[in-house]
């Protein structure tokens, strides 16, 4: 068991039987955490914990909605009993749909939301006695690069990554006066999970990561490290910063070229449309730590091809120049 900082520290995940979650659970367990572990599935948190044990330590798991705050005050009351308090809380739990802001269904807008911000709300609004009462605790907030930056095709999730990482904004402020509280956002490029393949999907075709799409447990690392050394905000990989700062320098360029790239790359083959996906219910097959939809095309590939689709006029038209 690797040494830890968080070693016999009580670590509270969301969105746990697959993906990310998964891989920050084993992670941290790896490390002698005591993980518990929550989400809609039981299958895939009996799997999740299956892997914890395997990596040498143990998770209790709690079937839990995020959506629903009994669940979440639940959920505090079973990581309480382990030690009496919590020491690091991370907001992972997440969905999307896939399509246009017009043609995704308004309920399905409304349970990404509900999800991915409100059921943070709800596990922040829960967590926070605790917290305070003991003085100390962290909280990472699983944000995205597209906390930063807008993207075409998932308009929701954007909208959604966006207030969490408001939220992460918000709680900072409201607990400047505590500063044994640390609030964190974790900002990741795409990651390898089952979260192209499970969401609502209203397209006609499948959605596929974009390159350099990374593993979960790099990232997992990263969220761990994150834990025992508190910082506002990581990004994952940390080049991406410099992504943002294309952006604000040209920005009508850098949303074109990712609005050509997606409609280009994002999606191939088609398949039924689904209004649902794993928006109400945990997805079938959507309980595994990798995703089955691998980028379509390599990041080299893909730099060579948006040079060649705009070329150099393009791109003086574009920036202006």
Not at 26 to 47: D, H, K, T, W, Y
Not at 183 to 194: E, F, G, I, M
Not at 280 to 305: E, M, T, V, Y
Request: aromatic share 6%; proline share 6%; glycine share 10%.
């Amino acid at each position: 068991m690797k040494k830890s900082a968080l070693s016999g520290k009580v670590v509270v995940i969301t969105g746990a039987s697959s993906g990310l979650g998964r891989a920050a659970a084993v992670e941290l367990a790896s490390r002698g955490a005591r993980v518990v572990i929550a989400a809609r599935s039981a299958a895939g948190l009996s799997e999740t914990s299956a892997a914890c044990r395997a990596a040498g330590g143990e998770a209790t798991s709690v079937v839990v909605d995020v959506t629903n705050a009994a669940d979440v005050g639940r959920l505090v009351s079973r990581a309480r009993e382990l030690t009496g308090g919590i020491d690091v809380w991370v907001n992972n739990a997440g969905v999307t749909a896939f399509g246009t802001l017009e043609e995704i269904p308004i309920e399905a807008h409304r349970r990404v939301l509900e999800t991915n911000l409100w059921g943070a709300v709800y596990c922040v609004r829960a967590v926070l006695p605790v917290f305070r009462r003991q003085s100390h605790g962290v909280i990472i907030n699983v944000g995205s690069i597209l906390s930063k930056v807008g993207q075409p095709f998932v308009p929701s999730y954007v909208i959604s990554k966006f207030a969490l990482r408001g939220l992460s904004e918000a709680l900072r402020a409201e607990l400047a006066d505590q500063p044994g509280i640390h609030v964190c956002t974790l900002l990741p490029y795409a990651v390898d999970t089952p979260h192209f393949q499970v969401g609502a999907n209203l397209t006609g075709k499948k959605a596929y990561a974009m390159p350099p799409a990374q593993p979960p447990e790099r990232v997992a690392r990263q969220l761990v490290a994150l834990a025992e050394r508190p910082r506002r905000e990581l990004h994952v990989p940390r080049v991406v910063a410099l992504g943002f700062v294309l952006h604000a320098v040209f920005p009508r360029l850098i949303e074109n070229v990712i609005h050509v790239a997606l409609k280009r790359w994002h999606f191939g083959g088609r398949q039924a449309v689904d209004p649902q996906g794993n928006l109400w219910a945990p997805a079938a097959d959507g309980a595994d730590l990798h995703g089955h939809r691998p980028p379509r095309i390599g990041l080299s590939a893909l730099i060579g091809w948006l040079l060649g689709h705009y070329g150099a006029r393009g791109l003086r038209a574009l920036t202006g120049f």
